[in-house]
């Protein structure tokens, strides 16, 4: 009985549309799925209306929150479509990204390249754009041979493309989440271990403020670290959660519910 409760569809940066997602989790026979695509609940309507009942469809989002001048990511589950305090906040966050999108754009054409908005915005479709597709137009254009070098080379932290953009703050993510009738939960947490001095009283900070839970079971994290990261999660009194971060074509070595093959999130 598995669950995958990390997903991002083509209303973000995924390859998917959210019925696609949908179908494959029904056939892995998954109890849950959570689509949960960046800054954005576009997606959740043509999830749900996909969803048979066996597997239950979990709206949520990801987002990205400052911590102390570093990113962290933030999973919100049960956000609902429509108004309500959290979501209307969104739309300055996808404003704030389209801003940055702006910015990277010029940057690398003033580093020479042949590269404009409305590329980047054909690639991102539907979706939220973001630097995956200003990546995968860079591959298109044969500036980089594949995804992880445009990032490498241009578009991560200390390169030379790379722009800020607005960030909610954990404290405002998380009271705007419970606000909102969401629930938080700390995202692919290695971020914030390389980040903070003391790992476990910046959990217990944001447990006391609503955090409700801690992403153990992910992908990219062997048996032990997910092991060691519940343990964790438990005597802080939060929920071990789990999910692959499936980004279809954008992430290629990640399957849906499996990561990296070894991954199964228990569904209790
Ligand atoms: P954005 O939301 O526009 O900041 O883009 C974040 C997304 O880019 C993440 O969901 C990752 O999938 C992807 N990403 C971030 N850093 C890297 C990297 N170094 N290599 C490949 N993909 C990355
Ligand atoms: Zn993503
Ligand atoms: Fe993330
Ligand atoms: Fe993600």
Redesign the pocket.
């Known amino acids: 009985m598995a669950v995958d409760l990390h997903t991002?569809s083509s209303f973000?940066?995924g390859s998917d549309t959210p019925s696609e997602l949908v179908a494959k989790a029904v056939e892995m026979g998954l109890t849950a799925l959570a689509l949960t695509d960046?800054?954005t609940v576009d997606g959740i309507e043509a999830a749900r209306a996909a969803a048979d009942g066996t597997t239950a469809l979990i709206p949520g989002i990801?987002l990205?929150v400052d911590w102390s001048g570093s990113?962290l990511?933030m999973l919100v589950y049960y956000l609902e479509p429509g108004r309500g305090p959290l979501q209307d906040r969104l739309q300055e966050l996808k404003e704030g990204?389209h801003d940055?999108?702006e910015r990277i754009v010029a940057r690398l054409r003033d580093l020479g390249i042949d590269i404009t908005l409305d590329e980047v915005r054909k690639e991102a479709g539907e979706g939220v754009?973001?630097?995956?597709?200003?990546?995968r137009v860079l591959v298109l254009k044969s500036v980089v041979p594949h995804?992880?070098a445009?990032?490498?080379q241009y578009?991560?932290r200390g390169r030379p493309a790379y722009q800020e953009?607005v960030r909610l703050q954990p404290e405002e993510a998380i009271s705007l989440a419970r606000a909102s009738g969401a629930l938080p939960v700390v995202a692919h947490p290695h971020t914030m271990e390389s980040n903070a001095g003391d790992f476990s009283a910046a959990l217990a900070e944001l447990a006391e403020i609503g955090l409700i839970g801690i992403e153990c079971h992910y992908a990219e994290y062997g048996p032990e670290h997910r092991d060691q990261l519940a343990a964790k999660a438990r005597s802080l009194g939060l929920i071990p959660t789990g999910g692959s971060?499936y980004?279809g074509t954008?992430?290629p070595a990640i399957e849906l519910g499996r990561g990296r093959g070894d991954l199964v999130v228990p569904d209790e």
């Open positions: 991002h973000s940066d960046h800054d990801e990205s990113p990511h990204r940055r999108n754009a973001g630097r995956p597709h200003i990546a995804l992880p445009a990032f490498e578009l991560r953009r971060d980004h954008y992430k």
